[in-house]
């Protein structure tokens, strides 16, 4: 029998460092997942209303759309090791408060929006360090794709099974337990990096300022066609059509007649079809077309979102959930492959900061529109405009998507030209 490092699926585990990385983020990341469903829960229990979901979810990324850059150019410049372990305390602290709030009755509203800024503004700083680390960990930079991959499909397997365990935790013992089981499982983090072989960190000599990093990460994006417009249409679908989640609890309570396990299945359905498409993607071998695959995940996620909402038989409309899911994965994954992949060495922080503001800038601004909207046309009338919408976005996109190639090269020319013209002044 072949070793499971030996496995096409699971190459990346020939790096030691990677499978302390990938063993620890696991643990968090089901933490991760039970925190945000007992968060929107709570929510909901105290407004009944999507709206003010849709706002929680916004107090939560919007921040990160403000510092995601300030995080690619902090995970540039100083050791990221050291900066996910910052993250890493300063998440713990921020679960246990939540827990706190719960257990003394004091959870109200704006306690939970506040705490949700906080958590923002850490994973600011937290995930463009933890995805530019990849290149560090990784001993075949042929195995990175596969890397992340694996990640993106384990977070997606604790987004399966942590809203359903979130759902029975609730019930049993309340959202309490929840987030202090989070808070615990940043533990996990930070014992995989002390278990790693570090490599010894080398401050960058003759810093420029901020403001110039700044521009000069823009500037590698726009002259960057190749990764600017995978990045620009992650914006857009950010914006129209993956805020679907701010409904699912109308859908659980309203639709489907149930509750929090309702809600729970849901989700873990969604993640049925995300664990799919990441192994899918992970199976890949060097060499696969990824903006193709993109084109059509979304065509994908938008079917499944179409026919989930208009399916009011709870089984069949969960294989379109797991459709959606199966869809919706592959945005950001193949985003996060294109640039970290795509990128020069002494941009990929910021690169990736730059990604995840396309993120946390367009998700919450359309959960606060998706959850408005909801309230004045209903759930189901909602997810069926996004659905039509990501097929239209698709379409729009398909010439770049299957016929671009990588300019990356032209741009780190560009940027050099750049840096000496800096030099002089």
Known sequence: MKKLNEINLFRALRSRNFVFYFIGRAVSQFGTWM???AVIWVIYTITHSAFWIGVTIFAEQFPSFLFSFWGGVAADRYDRFKVIQITQVTSIIQSVLLALLVLTGHSAVWSILALSLVLGIVNAFDIPARQSLFNEIIADPADLSNALSLSTATASLAQLLGPALSGIILAAWGAATCFFINAASFVGVMVSLMLMDRPSYHPKEAKKKVTRDFIDGFSYIWKTRSIGLIILMLAIVSLLVLPYNTVLPVFAKVIFKGGAKTFGYITSFISVGAVTGTIFLASRGPGTHMRRILFYSTIIMGIGMIFFS???????AMLFAALTGFGSIAQFTVCNIVVQSESAPQMRGRAIGILLMAIFGMMPLGSVIVGAISERIGAPDTVLGEGVLAIIIAMVFVKYLTTITS????????????????KRD
């Open 35 to 37: 925190q945000r469903t």
């Open 310 to 316: 208009q399916v009011k038989i709870f089984p069949m």
């Open 407 to 422: 300019d990356a090269a032209k741009a780190d020319i560009e940027i050099e030209d750049t840096k000496k013209l800096w």
